[in-house]
């Protein structure tokens, strides 16, 4: 016993300078929280006695130090040395600051310019951003140059007038779009391409044959939905700068601002000025209309929680548009001692709102309310008519989307409201015109059958009653099948109904000295759809092939013919007595012959007839063929890019002028021309510049203008286009963007 108390005694020193260390690894934020760091090193200096932290960072070491310096080590973290000598006994925080910046390291893989949609049963794809830098895109009439499906043209040779085409039929049977909702109706069906400019959208959706009874009843030959760019994704600045040889320039502002993740705002600015007379053919007239536009978007988003989600804006937009003869004098009279003038004054403002709520309990079920607002004022002339128009349109949907038992059976039901207000004069040697106030009520149900991964079956129908033409019904079918791994087949079968306004769609007609006639019984305008394609992935040499080919028909039960056959100096509008159709095949295959290389091409044939003039026979501005080539490479990390595209364009009917002096007669059918376009884009790393080319060949309609030297003089027509007007374009831009 007396030999354990003289061991335990002398060990006593010992134990009276052994300390137990014990503290805590973290890291303090810019925020003053402290993270713990997990399997941090601590050990004494000079020794191999130590530890590590753990999951909370901390660490205990029982050992005696010989130097009292505690050494703290961690990857990508400062090394510490604290002296402990002084240490009380307490838990010591240790705390550690990144020391080590890693490089950048850049994944980066070049964005698809057009994507088709694989799982959609109505035959669609998606036009990107990187697809819509591939030109210069000024606005939304630009934004199909690259796109083997919808063809853009000059619809006079006067006014800028644009002239979209899909199925071979014109834009009034495209149900026109800004995020699902149904926009630039009656009014600005002429100009309201020109309205949207190309730096504003995010992408494009374009989708053939009749949509879905989701978004109304007026698609007959498709869709395009236009997704401008959102509040909660909008960059802190975004700036383009465009100026071409034509005296065009013009400017474009994004601007973001994140309150929150819950709130966002963007304000969207566009300025347009050209106001040059340019006369390179020497006619006197105007090759391409001086136009400034003042244009402004302020748009919302709003998510108060995970259930609710708003998103609404305002918009406004000022344009004067002025074609005609050189030298026109404003200080005189308008009348035949003064030159021929066409000037259009529009002021279109807008308002929306999108208001989704999803159920607590399941995240599939789900109500949104849509609406639209839109006040369209013009006040214009062409030559000795005025031509004066007013509208207001309101749009309403309100749509619940939910399931039957399981996923496999899905379905959307909804009511929808339409107030068309439109009143529009043409004032010459009498008063024409339209003065309708059209209520639409409609009611619809749509059922979605998805029995595999590979089967989707999609029915419509829905039931609409107008105040002007009564009530209808719209049927629509799509069904996709998957029948192979890489192979997709799908058909869509459908009816669609559209109120004609016959001045206002026609409107570049005016750019002639041609008698408007319309018939006092204009009925509303019915159609059938049906549409069959196939697409194909396949691999062949390494590389990967899409191909797709499709065929529509589109047959039509009534139709407002725009006759300008029967008279040279006319134009008849009456109603369809006999046949309407229109018959579209197309084939498009994209691949990458060689790497960062993308390759489109793309054959398109149109059989489009109808009996005008009591006569079966093709109604005239519409290619026989068109043919696509789209090259488009970029280097390593996209630093360069190279787009080039030849757009081939097949012959077309023109109407008869042989009732015109020898000197104003034109050809009966077009040549067929080719136009080229490239373009060169240059990126570093918050912006870019881009330089490119249009009508590369220089390819252009001679005498463009019927009469050009009498205006005032019964033969006068400048309507009469079908080919390109303006020479060979060069253009120069800037993209500024500080994300």
Request: aromatic share 12%.
């Amino acid at each position: 016993m007396k030999r354990i108390l003289i061991l335990f005694l002398s060990l006593l020193p010992l134990f009276s300078i052994a300390r137990n260390f014990e503290g805590r690894i973290v890291e303090k934020l810019s925020n003053e929280e402290k993270v713990p760091l997990p399997g941090a090193s601590v050990f004494w200096k000079n020794t191999t006695q130590g530890t590590s932290s753990d999951a909370d960072g901390r660490f205990s070491l029982n050992e005696s130090p010989k130097s009292g310096i505690l050494i703290v080590q961690f990857v990508g973290y400062e090394t510490r040395e604290i002296e402990v000598k002084n240490f009380k006994g307490k838990e010591l925080i240790i705390e550690l600051s990144p020391n080590i910046e890693l490089d950048e390291v850049v994944v980066s893989k070049r964005k698809a310019g057009t994507i088709l949609d694989r799982e959609n049963p109505i035959q669609s794809q998606s036009i990107t951003g990187a697809e819509l830098c591939k030109a210069a895109c000024c606005n939304l009439a630009e934004s199909f140059e690259t796109n083997a499906s919808v063809d853009v043209s000059y619809a006079d040779a006067a006014t800028g007038a644009k002239s979209i085409k899909l199925l071979g039929l014109t834009g009034k049977y495209i149900e026109m779009m800004t995020e699902k909702n149904p926009n630039f109706k009656g009014l600005a069906s002429v100009y309201g391409m020109v309205y949207v400019p190309g730096p504003w959208m995010e992408s494009i959706q374009v989708s053939k044959g009749v949509g879905s009874v989701v978004n109304g009843f007026e698609s007959i030959t498709g869709q395009i939905n236009i997704e401008y760019q959102k509040p909660q994704n909008a960059p802190k600045l975004y700036l383009n700068a465009y100026g071409n040889s034509m005296g065009m320039s013009e400017g474009n502002m994004i601007t973001g601002l994140k309150f929150s993740d819950k709130l966002s705002t963007s304000i969207l600015a566009h300025g347009q000025d050209n106001m040059r007379e340019i006369d390179h053919n020497h006619d006197n007239f105007l090759d391409d209309p001086m136009v400034r536009q003042y244009n402004f978007v302020n748009r919302w988003y709003w998510k108060p929680n995970k259930y609710w989600i708003t998103q609404f804006g305002v918009k406004f937009i000022d344009e004067q548009r002025i074609g005609g003869q050189k030298g026109y004098d404003e200080t005189k009279i308008n009348d035949i001692n003064n030159a021929y003038r066409i000037n259009i004054d529009t002021r279109r403002y807008e308002a929306f709102a999108k208001i989704g709520y999803i159920f607590p309990k399941n995240d599939d079920r789900s109500v949104a309310l849509i609406t639209n607002f839109s006040s369209h004022e013009q006040k214009s002339f062409y030559g000795l008519r005025n031509y004066d128009a007013n509208q207001k349109y309101l749009y309403a949907n309100l749509l619940f989307q939910s399931y039957i038992g399981n996923l496999t059976h899905k379905y959307t039901a909804g009511l929808s409201f339409i107030y068309n207000d439109f009143d529009d004069k043409l004032y010459g040697d009498k008063v024409i015109g339209t003065d309708r106030h059209e209520k639409i009520a409609g009611a619809y149900a749509e059922y979605t059958w998805l029995p595999s991964d590979e089967i989707t079956l999609q029915a419509g129908l829905r039931y609409d009653y107008n105040s002007v033409y009564g009530g209808f019904m719209t049927p629509r079918l799509h069904f996709r099948y998957q029948f192979a791994e890489k192979s997709t087949l799908r058909i869509a079968a459908g009816s669609g109904r559209r109120t004609a306004n016959a001045i206002a769609e026609n409107s570049f007609l005016l750019a002639s000295n041609r008698a408007f006639n319309l018939a006092s019984d204009l009925k509303q305008e019915s159609a059938w759809n049906y549409g069959l394609s196939l697409t194909q992935y396949f691999s062949l040499w390494g590389q990967d092939f899409t191909a797709s080919a499709d065929f529509y028909r589109t047959e039509f039960n009534n139709q407002v013919i725009v006759d300008v056959d029967q008279n040279a100096h006319q134009v008849n509008f009456y109603n369809l007595e006999g046949q309407s159709y229109a018959n579209n095949f197309q084939f498009e295959l994209k691949f990458e012959p060689l790497n960062r290389l993308d390759m489109t091409t793309a054959i398109r044939f149109s059989d489009v007839k109808a009996d005008i003039n009591n006569e079966l026979q093709k109604v005239p501005y519409v290619n026989r063929y068109k043919g696509l080539v789209n090259l488009s490479y970029s280097t390593n990390m996209n630093i360069w890019q190279f787009d080039f595209t030849a757009q081939f364009n097949g012959d077309m009917r023109i109407p008869s002028t042989a009732s015109n002096p020898v000197e104003y007669q034109r050809r009966e059918e077009s040549p067929a021309y080719t136009m080229l376009n490239a373009q060169i884009t240059r990126r570093f790393r918050i912006w870019e510049v881009y330089a490119g080319v249009e009508n590369l060949g220089n390819y252009t309609q001679k005498h463009p203008v019927i009469a050009a030297d009498q205006p005032f003089g019964e033969n006068f027509d400048a309507s009469m286009v079908w080919g390109p007007i303006q020479e060979r374009k060069f253009y120069l831009g800037l993209r500024l963007t500080i994300e």
